[in-house]
Nanobody, 119 residues
Framework: QVQLVESGGGLVQPGGSLRLSCAAS????????MGWYRQAPGKQRELVAV???????NYADSVKGRFTISRDSAKNTGYLQMNSLTPEDTAVYYC?????????????WGQGTLVTVSS
């Protein structure tokens, strides 16, 4: 079974940092691309960062300069480094990835991890 498992969420003070992980398990040959999304209560889910198959990255204006998306190909794991966090960053964060598995391209969502930014 191919799945994505997220970790790293929690409570952090404003101005703090947090690093989220998204690990792919199962018969995986590579992570082709990955995106990080977030959804706050009462708000629509928004895309915050993506990394393409070629390794280029894009960020939402709200997080540009503060968040960094990356991949570790050897570990089949993606990351979202979040710095200078504010209460507006509070949300459930989800990873989504296009994976290469046994000659197929498959899409999977992580289970979500809650990030709370508060004093």
């Amino acid at each position: 079974q191919v799945q994505l498992v997220e970790s790293g969420g929690g409570l952090v003070q404003p101005g703090g940092s947090l690093r989220l992980s998204c690990a792919a398990s199962g018969s995986i040959s590579s992570i082709r691309s990955m995106g990080w999304y977030r959804q706050a209560p009462g708000k629509q889910r928004e895309l915050v960062a993506v990394i393409t198959t070629g390794g280029s990255t894009n960020y939402a204006d709200s997080v540009k300069g503060r968040f960094t998306i990356s991949r570790d190909s050897a570990k089949n794991t993606g990351y979202l480094q979040m710095n200078s966090l504010t209460p507006e960053d509070t949300a459930v964060y989800y990873c989504n990835a296009l994976l290469s598995s046994q000659g197929w391209s498959v899409e999977r969502w992580g289970q979500g991890t809650l990030v709370t930014v508060s004093s």
